[in-house]
């Protein structure tokens, strides 16, 4: 549903209680999750989102990506969404310009040839966290799509109990990506970050501070909850195709 009102237009999705995209009417921030992604680019190797390719796994109304391409205009963008519908009305109401394939995540990541820069992955929400991506196999097959010194951002949201749902993402993460990180939002959200390489919170901070001026506010907040992500992995096992009890923890999480 789209929903608007003085203030603002929204796109929700599955729920009312939560909102996917919005947009102010003003212009100004709304201190959701997505505005911080926009600094992300800055964590990938120094060059990489000068003309490199970035794959938005998750497109909703596309708010994570307008602001990234506002700050990152030469990054070219691939994203990717379940529902054509979806899309239509982010085009419609959203002004989403980027090319966007309709398809489950892992599939197309699993068919797909490219390699990209950034591929920033937001597939849970509202508690509903597909399974299938959430497990070391899908992590490994975003490995075989990111570019050597990309990086790559997860959206996580953990209703009532955040922790049973980060740190085991957080275990499969690691199991792949030798580098992660952690960093939380205003709203909420947990994004977890994740290197081909080992990555040192120290150079995570430096790169942040060369963002360009149009994500220079997103990369300040982002920096000052940045934390390593193995404490956050400790004690929790990874998640793997064969077993999962995301489903469970994310029905459990919603309801508190």
Same mark, same amino acid.
């Given at each position: ?27 100004? +921030?709304? %201190? =959701?999750?997505?505005? @911080?992604?926009? $600094?992300?680019? #800055?964590?990938?190797?120094?060059? /990489? *989102? +000068?003309? %490199? =390719?970035?794959?938005? @796994?998750?497109? $909703?109304?596309? #708010?994570?990506?307008?602001?990234? /391409? *506002? ?186």
């Amino acid at each position: 549903m789209v929903w608007r009102d003085a203030q603002a237009t929204s796109l929700l999705l599955n729920t009312t209680r939560v909102a996917q995209s919005v947009r102010w009417h003003d212009g100004r +921030e709304t %201190g =959701s999750y997505w505005e @911080l992604l926009s $600094a992300v680019p #800055a964590l990938a190797r120094p060059g /990489q *989102a +000068e003309g %490199g =390719s970035a794959l938005y @796994l998750g497109v $909703a109304g596309g #708010a994570a990506i307008s602001a990234t /391409q *506002a700050a990152w205009p030469a990054l070219r963008p691939q994203g990717v969404e379940i529902d054509p519908g979806v899309t239509a009305l982010a085009r419609a109401h959203f002004s989403l310009s980027i090319p966007v394939a309709h398809d489950d995540a892992r599939r197309f990541v699993a068919k797909d040839t490219g390699r990209y820069a950034v591929i920033m992955v937001d597939l849970y929400a509202t508690g509903q966290i597909p399974a299938h991506v959430a497990t070391v196999e899908f992590f490994e097959s975003l490995a075989r799509r990111l570019a050597p010194g990309g990086v790559v951002a997860m959206n996580v949201y953990g209703g009532g109990d955040p922790e049973s749902i980060v740190g085991p993402l957080a275990a499969s993460l690691g199991r792949v990506f030798p580098g992660l990180m952690a960093a939380r939002s205003a709203s909420g959200n947990t994004l977890l970050l994740a290197w081909g390489e080992p990555m040192a919170v120290a150079t995570a901070e430096a790169r942040l501070r060369a963002a360009p001026e149009a994500a220079r506010r997103a990369a300040l907040r982002l920096s000052r909850t940045l934390e390593e992500g193995a404490p956050l992995a400790a004690g929790h096992a990874p998640l793997t195709d064969e077993r999962s009890d995301m489903e469970i923890r994310a029905a459990r999480a919603l309801s508190r």
